[in-house]
């Protein structure tokens, strides 16, 4: 059996949607191990640029606060935090992600057909 993303249980995995992105993939014939790895890269760099735009928004004391929320891995409280903290947390989020779903889109689009 194989594991999941640890990034699956990610406070913010209700702003993802890699299903266009999925479907890139099948079409272009791509084996399932390798559909496992590019998806498991893919969820990874999700979570960098997550974890990025938050601590970038964030002062040195909220960034050691929200770390705590994160390790202790409660959305709803998270949510909150970064509510009372960041205008649009959200919507900031939700803007990274998409932007870089579509960046890799446009890369496995750009690629030689085999």
């Given amino acids: 059996m194989k594991k999941q993303p640890m990034q699956s249980q990610s406070f913010y995995m209700h702003l993802v949607d890699t299903g266009e992105i999925e479907v890139l993939i099948d079409n272009a014939g791509i084996d399932q191990q390798r ?3 590019l998806m498991m890269i893919l969820h990874s760099h999700i979570h960098t640029v997550v974890i990025d735009v938050v601590l970038s928004s964030l002062d040195e004391h909220d960034k050691k606060l929200f770390l705590v929320h994160l ?19 959200e919507a900031k989020i939700s803007h990274a992600i998409s932007s870089l779903i579509e960046e890799k889109m446009k890369d496995l689009l750009a690629l030689p057909k085999v």
């Fill in 35 to 37: 559909k496992h790895d």
């Fill in 71 to 89: 390790h202790e891995s409660d959305a709803e409280s998270i949510w909150s935090f970064l509510s009372a903290r960041i205008i649009a947390a």
